[in-house]
């Protein structure tokens, strides 16, 4: 009774609140970080493929900081948020203004430790509060997170519009984040069910894995416009810096739209149909991005993909919590994250490969072929939720 009555009164918004504002700075940071790639590209003097390379150091340092996530989520109790999402916004100060391929490579592996663990442990505070609550919160969370990257994606752009340099924008993203982390804090903000369990109890299964590989793709998707479309724009089509940051702007905005209207349609459309439909809508808009002849078609590509691939991640990673059992759910949450994140991460310096041997086209035209593999998904993890 009394969480009916708390959740009459705050609403989702108020329920979520400190996983929404860790959202929000994780979209601050990565959303500024890909409206100001051109100009990181054009200081450190590296062609796509060595940028990409060079964003494959934040994957590596994700992959392990997520594994030890769980471990420290345990050890920091309810301050596992604030203060993982104070460290990402510190890491995020130093890309722009490293001196050298060196020291960029090393703000790269900073950048991706802590996004790492607070997506994990994000991730599995909203599961935890969903179960507490019996709201859906995972679509809320993920628009925000689209959002603040919007917003944070054109307020880049503007800057560099204005003639700010990189150091000085991802400072100020920075910042912002790092105010933002103030929010996080809650009373009773501990992260149940992170911890192993004896040997042989609360078996994941194969839903984690199912749900981590669709989240794969749907991030790689994501992150082909978030990285690569700044440069596809002004590069392939000869946009201007304020067109190319507006790439990146408009995949965001439509996302968050798109996830807030998505966690209505949850109470209306089969999960599955919801996932399948949003897989071929967003290889769709892949495609015209790929085709585009102009800046304003490449957009329209964006905006089109945005739509589909909105729904993917948030909707996988509510099934994965609905397959698994209470007092499995935050590291099945956990396990499907850390899947979702290859493609979050190896998704740019992938694409950034396939880029410098057959051009931005050919990436984002891999892109709408690797969402295809949703529809096979999809009905797999059907039966498992």
């Known amino acids: 009774m009394q969480t009916l009555r708390s959740t009459r009164v705050g609403g989702p918004f108020r329920v979520a609140r400190p996983a929404l504002a860790a959202f929000a700075g994780m979209g601050i940071c990565w959303g500024t970080f890909a409206a100001v790639v051109p100009d990181v590209k054009a200081m450190l003097r590296v062609d796509e493929a060595g940028l990409g390379l060079l964003m494959l150091f934040a994957p590596v340092a994700a992959i392990v900081a997520m594994l030890a996530a ?15 999402t104070l460290a990402m916004g510190l890491a995020f100060a130093l890309p722009g203004h490293a001196p050298a ?5 090393a703000a790269m592996l900073l950048c991706g430790a802590t996004t790492g663990a607070l997506d994990v442990l994000m991730n599995a505070r909203v599961t935890a509060l969903e179960s507490e609550r019996g709201l859906n919160l995972m679509n809320l969370c993920h628009a925000v997170y689209s959002l603040a990257f919007a917003a944070a994606a054109i307020g880049t752009g503007l800057a560099r519009g204005a003639g700010q340099g990189p150091g000085a924008i991802l400072t100020a993203a920075a910042l912002a984040t790092l105010l933002v982390a103030f929010a996080t804090l809650e009373r009773d903000g501990t992260i149940q069910g992170l911890s192993r369990p004896p040997r042989g109890h609360a078996a994941l299964g194969a839903a984690p894995l199912i749900g ?22 002004e590069r392939t089509l000869g946009g201007s810096a304020t ?11 439509t ?6 209207a998505g966690q209505g349609l949850l109470a209306r459309v089969a999960p599955a149909t919801l996932l399948s439909g949003g897989a071929l809508v967003a290889g769709l808009g892949a495609l015209v991005a790929a085709l585009a002849a102009s800046p304003a078609q490449a957009h329209a590509g964006f905006i089109i993909m945005g739509i589909g691939a909105s729904v993917i991640a948030p909707t996988a990673f509510s099934m994965v919590g609905r397959a698994a059992r209470p007092e499995a759910r935050a590291r099945a949450v956990a396990r499907a994250t850390i899947l979702g994140y290859f ?10 490969l396939l880029a410098a041997a057959f051009g931005l086209r050919a990436a984002f035209a ?7 593999s949703v529809l096979v998904l999809a009905p797999l993890m059907s039966r498992r939720s």
């Open 366 to 372: 891999f892109t709408a072929v690797a969402l295809l």
């Open 255 to 260: 996302m968050g739209v798109a996830r807030l």
């Open 343 to 352: 493609g979050y991460f190896f998704g740019p310096p992938t694409l950034g």
């Open 212 to 233: 981590g590989a669709m989240v794969m793709i749907a991030f790689l998707s994501e992150n082909a416009a978030e990285s690569w479309s700044a440069l596809h724009v």
């Open 243 to 253: 067109e190319g940051s507006l790439g990146p702007a408009l995949l965001a905005i």
């Open 70 to 84: 769980a471990r420290m989520g345990s050890a920091l109790g309810r301050y596992a948020l604030p203060l993982m």
């Open 101 to 105: 391929v060196w020291a960029f490579a």
